[in-house]
């Protein structure tokens, strides 16, 4: 069963409304659809892209930048204001995480490698990591945002690393496991989950990105990223509550989860964290069960040895 917000392109005014999702015979009934305007000073989907951008275009212009995103300048505005302060900003100590972990990841894979990342639209990890020979890269975003920020990123002459692969899979889709499993997604093969910038209006919304990943992520796959601390519905800073609540609801879905300290990251690469609120949690979770595919092939191989007889084949299994 696959469920996920869905976002579309209409009316001027923002509504939202509870949308259903099929996979095989199942129904949820979660989801945001959630309408904007398509100007860029109205909407916020496309404004959280471009501030997104915009900390990495800083980033990358620090004297001694956590990471270098060569093509961040293009989807930003020409007079971005910079601010290149001694201390690193959370969102840019959280895309060092993910960059390194997904590397260290795919690069510990056999044969094809399956990267999937939920994002604002703006991701440009598919153009700027290396990513090994055999990478399929995955990108979950709002449509509208990701075409504006193809087109920009052509016309820069961004380009995918030599024998990888990049698939754009619209959040608008009505059913995203079905168009992730025909661009090719296989379940029966290892692969790695980040979410950065994806919108999440609800925690039924998040619970849906949990059902997503973990109907298709193997056992023993990761999944990292931000959710927005919110969420959690605990006072933030009751770090004891929190942990709790995020046992309980990826416990729920199939994970283990665990809290990343950003003080901690940032004192892993040398630098000093920015004060201040920060809107939302760093995570790192792996699949604790079978995926969909793995499942239907753990049957099917049942099915042949109780066919068959195969008794040491069923002792295998």
């Known amino acids: 069963m696959e469920c996920l917000l869905r976002f579309a392109n209409a009316p001027a005014v923002a509504t939202i409304s509870t949308l259903r999702f099929n996979d095989k015979s199942k129904t949820k009934k979660h989801g945001v659809l959630l309408r904007a305007k398509l100007d860029g000073e109205n909407d916020p989907l496309l404004q959280s892209a471009v501030n997104a951008a915009s900390l990495r275009f800083q980033e990358t212009h620090r004297p001694e930048p956590l990471f270098v995103d060569p093509y961040a300048g293009c989807l ?149 990223g931000e959710l927005p601390a919110w969420l959690a519905e605990t006072e933030f800073g009751n770090k004891s509550t929190t942990e709790k609540w995020m046992d309980k609801l990826f416990m729920s879905n199939g994970f283990g989860v665990g809290m990343v300290s950003y003080k901690e990251v940032a004192s892993s690469l040398g630098k000093e964290l920015a004060p201040g609120y920060y809107k939302n949690i760093l995570f790192l979770a792996e699949q604790l069960r079978f995926s969909d595919d793995q499942m239907d092939t753990w049957r099917r191989e049942l099915q042949r040895v109780e066919e068959e007889g195969d008794e040491e084949g069923f002792e295998e299994l």
Request: proline share 6%.
């Open 76 to 224: 930003v505005p020409p007079d971005v204001q910079m601010d290149l302060k001694k201390y690193s900003h959370h969102y840019c100590l959280t895309t060092k995480f993910i960059d390194d972990k997904l590397l260290r990841t795919v690069n510990h894979m056999d044969g094809l490698k399956q990267v999937v990342l939920l994002t604002d639209g703006m991701d440009t990890r598919p153009y700027r990591l290396n990513w090994p020979t055999s990478t399929i890269i995955f990108d979950i975003s709002p449509e509208r945002i990701f075409k504006i920020s193809a087109e920009k990123l052509e016309g820069v002459g961004a380009k995918i690393p030599r024998s990888c692969l990049f698939l754009h899979v619209p959040l608008e889709s009505s059913n995203i496991q079905q168009a992730l499993r025909a661009k090719g997604f296989n379940g029966n093969r290892p692969s790695v989950w980040a979410i950065q910038g994806l919108p999440v209006m609800t925690l039924a919304s998040f619970e849906d990105v949990l059902l997503l990943v973990g109907s298709l992520a193997m056992n023993k796959c990761l999944f990292l």
